[in-house]
């Protein structure tokens, strides 16, 4: 089936610091991958569609400067949190699909990237 | 936009009974159904999914109901074993590949 890395899994930083989580489709081309951000016991956040080779779509109230991301290959988005500062701990997670007979048309999730900022 | 509303927020069962989670969702326009599990610490693994053109969909202790006209949809789990606690989110979406709308989640807590 369809596999989502996420890495890291998790990461302590400084605040002021950048931040970069990798979102990677292990078998499958990602044509579009979708970030959230969750906090604790609360549901998923959806901060941005990406799309390969084009700017992500951000969703209302989500900084875009602040939360940059990049997809450059089909099976590859990265999210940089740019400047981080303690109220951005959060769990990060990705979620990809791919083409409808890529065997991946539904979405599949990463394990997660928790970010704690110091 | 569209709102997915999840009920009950926890719930807690005997190992072996049954345990259902329900949603409500406001965009009709919305076609897809799934339901994921989230384990601590983990992100949400897909358990079950149904589309607008099927009323019920099962898969071994797992079942999905539809009722487009109400626009809710529902888990079953039956027979329920210590390993199904966990967190169970309903979303709603256009498309299985789009943007997907997402209930609170549901803590399910299977007592042995």
């Known amino acids: 089936g369809a596999v989502v890395s996420q890495h890291p899994s998790w990461v302590i930083c400084k605040s002021g610091t950048s931040v970069k989580i990798e979102c990677r489709s292990l078998d499958f081309q990602a044509t579009t991958m979708f970030w959230y951000r969750q906090f604790p016991k609360q549901s998923l956040m959806l901060m941005a569609t990406?799309?390969?080779?084009?700017?992500?779509?951000?969703e209302q109230g989500v900084e875009k400067d602040k939360f940059l991301i990049n997809h450059a290959s089909l099976t590859l988005s990265t999210l940089t949190v740019t400047s981080a500062h303690p109220e951005d701990s959060s769990f990060y997670i990705c979620?990809?699909?791919?083409?409808?007979?890529?065997?991946?048309?539904?979405?599949?999730f990463g394990a997660g990237s928790r970010l704690t900022v110091l | 936009g569209e709102n997915v509303e999840q009920h009950p927020s926890t719930l807690s069962v005997q190992e072996g009974d049954s345990a259902v989670i329900k949603c409500t969702y406001s965009?009709?326009?919305?076609?897809?159904f799934p339901w994921y599990k989230q384990e601590l610490g983990k992100g949400p693994q897909l358990i079950i999914d149904i589309r607008s053109n099927v009323g019920e969909k099962k898969d071994q202790r797992i079942a999905v109901t539809l009722n487009k006209t109400a626009k809710h949809f529902s888990l079953h789990i039956t027979e329920t074993q210590p390993e199904d606690s966990a967190v169970y989110f309903c979303a709603a979406s256009r498309t299985n590949a789009g943007k997907s709308t997402f209930g609170d989640g549901t803590t399910l807590t299977v007592k042995p």
């Open positions: 965009d009709s326009a919305s076609n897809y």
């Open positions: 979620s990809a699909t791919g083409t409808p007979n890529s065997g991946a048309n539904v979405l599949t």
């Open positions: 990406s799309n390969e080779g084009s700017k992500a779509t951000y």
